[in-house]
Protein backbone atom coordinates (compact mmCIF):
# COMPACT_ATOMS: atom_id res chain seq x y z
CA UNK A 1 0.00 0.00 0.00
CA UNK A 2 1.00 3.85 -0.36
CA UNK A 3 2.94 5.76 2.07
CA UNK A 4 2.01 8.72 0.65
CA UNK A 5 -1.11 10.24 -0.27
CA UNK A 6 -0.97 11.24 -3.44
CA UNK A 7 0.08 7.70 -4.58
CA UNK A 8 -2.70 6.35 -3.05
CA UNK A 9 -4.74 8.76 -5.55
CA UNK A 10 -2.34 7.71 -8.48
CA UNK A 11 -2.99 3.78 -7.41
CA UNK A 12 -6.96 4.36 -7.49
CA UNK A 13 -7.19 6.21 -10.79
CA UNK A 14 -4.79 4.15 -12.56
CA UNK A 15 -7.06 0.94 -11.12
CA UNK A 16 -10.24 3.00 -12.86
CA UNK A 17 -8.00 4.27 -15.77
CA UNK A 18 -7.01 0.33 -16.14
CA UNK A 19 -10.78 -1.18 -15.77
CA UNK A 20 -12.04 1.29 -18.39
CA UNK A 21 -9.55 0.62 -21.18
CA UNK A 22 -10.22 -2.69 -20.48
CA UNK A 23 -14.03 -2.79 -21.05
CA UNK A 24 -12.91 -0.87 -24.24
CA UNK A 25 -10.53 -3.38 -25.83
CA UNK A 26 -13.18 -5.93 -24.84
CA UNK A 27 -16.09 -4.34 -26.87
CA UNK A 28 -13.69 -3.81 -29.67
CA UNK A 29 -12.77 -7.32 -29.61
CA UNK A 30 -16.32 -7.85 -29.78
CA UNK A 31 -17.94 -5.75 -32.53
CA UNK A 32 -14.96 -7.24 -34.77
CA UNK A 33 -15.86 -10.66 -34.02
CA UNK A 34 -19.69 -9.65 -34.59
CA UNK A 35 -18.31 -8.29 -37.98
CA UNK A 36 -16.05 -11.58 -38.19
CA UNK A 37 -19.20 -13.82 -37.52
CA UNK A 38 -21.38 -12.27 -40.36
CA UNK A 39 -18.80 -12.43 -42.90
CA UNK A 40 -18.68 -16.02 -42.29
CA UNK A 41 -22.57 -16.31 -42.44
CA UNK A 42 -22.30 -14.88 -45.62
CA UNK A 43 -25.61 -12.34 -45.06
CA UNK A 44 -24.05 -9.10 -46.92
CA UNK A 45 -26.44 -6.56 -45.10
CA UNK A 46 -25.87 -7.96 -41.46
CA UNK A 47 -21.97 -7.81 -42.33
CA UNK A 48 -22.22 -4.01 -43.72
CA UNK A 49 -23.74 -2.87 -40.66
CA UNK A 50 -21.28 -4.80 -38.64
CA UNK A 51 -18.71 -3.25 -40.54
CA UNK A 52 -20.70 0.27 -39.79
CA UNK A 53 -20.00 -0.53 -35.96
CA UNK A 54 -16.62 -1.52 -35.99
CA UNK A 55 -14.88 0.66 -38.01
CA UNK A 56 -16.52 3.24 -36.08
CA UNK A 57 -15.37 1.57 -32.60
CA UNK A 58 -12.11 1.29 -34.01
CA UNK A 59 -11.80 4.59 -34.89
CA UNK A 60 -12.71 5.38 -31.82
CA UNK A 61 -10.27 3.44 -29.97
CA UNK A 62 -7.41 4.89 -32.22
CA UNK A 63 -8.49 8.04 -31.12
CA UNK A 64 -8.11 6.85 -27.28
CA UNK A 65 -4.61 5.42 -28.00
CA UNK A 66 -5.62 1.98 -27.31
CA UNK A 67 -4.82 1.22 -30.92
CA UNK A 68 -1.78 3.29 -32.70
CA UNK A 69 -3.52 4.36 -36.12
CA UNK A 70 -1.62 2.36 -38.14
CA UNK A 71 -2.86 -0.54 -36.75
CA UNK A 72 -6.42 1.04 -36.64
CA UNK A 73 -5.57 1.10 -40.62
CA UNK A 74 -4.85 -2.33 -40.80
CA UNK A 75 -8.22 -3.52 -39.36
CA UNK A 76 -10.08 -1.34 -41.19
CA UNK A 77 -8.48 -2.32 -44.55
CA UNK A 78 -8.84 -6.13 -43.47
CA UNK A 79 -12.11 -5.73 -42.64
CA UNK A 80 -13.28 -3.92 -45.89
CA UNK A 81 -11.13 -6.56 -47.69
CA UNK A 82 -13.05 -9.13 -46.47
CA UNK A 83 -16.44 -7.15 -46.89
CA UNK A 84 -15.27 -6.76 -50.92
CA UNK A 85 -14.71 -10.50 -51.65
CA UNK A 86 -18.69 -11.18 -50.28
CA UNK A 87 -19.68 -9.04 -53.66
Known sequence: MANIKSSAKRD???KELRAKN???KT??????K???AAVAEGNRETAVSAYKVAVKTVDRAA???LLHKNNAAHKKSAMATKLNEMA
Open 12 to 14: VKS
Open 22 to 24: RAD
Open 27 to 32: ELKTMM
Open 34 to 36: KFD
Open 63 to 65: GKG
